[in-house]
């Protein structure tokens, strides 16, 4: 990842999502601004954040998202919520700003993200393009 660029990683697991909001930084013509990377598991975003190398200055985090409890494949929000309490707990990782970007409303769920210290809690559908990139252009200048 360039160092001068702001970096996002976007974790969704639906395919066609984490392409879409890639996409609307490169139709805007961002590409040379900001550095954006998807994956589709929280253990493929864990490595990235681990690494100060790779390490995303915003996070978009999908909040139900698969996981393996128990031998068995399930959808939760718990390993979203514990990925965003371990960034807010650790002092080298703080300073991500976490926005959980879901489809749930509920305000249980708005509640315990922002409890846990997540910038923002953002509606999937409720924004539009041109409104996501004005947010991640004031997200990014925030201290």
């Keep these: 990842m360039d160092e001068k660029k702001t970096k996002i990683l976007f974790v969704d697991d639906d395919e066609v999502l984490r392409i879409y909001f890639r996409d609307i930084f490169w139709i805007h013509g961002l590409e040379n601004k900001y550095e954006f990377e998807t994956v589709d598991s929280l253990e493929k975003a864990n490595e990235i ?64 993200a922002k409890k846990l210290g997540a910038e923002n809690y953002l509606i999937k559908g409720d924004n539009l393009p041109k409104e996501i990139i004005e947010f991640v252009e004031k997200i990014s200048k925030k201290k």
Excluded: C, W
């Design 49 to 112: 954040i681990k690494n100060p190398k790779t390490r995303p200055n915003i996070l978009f985090l999908d909040l139900l998202m698969p996981q393996v409890i128990n031998g068995r494949l399930i959808l939760s929000p718990e390993g979203s919520f514990n990925l965003l309490k371990k960034i807010k707990t650790d002092p080298e990782l703080k300073n991500i700003k976490v926005i959980i970007f879901s489809g749930y409303s509920e305000k249980i769920f708005i509640d315990e």
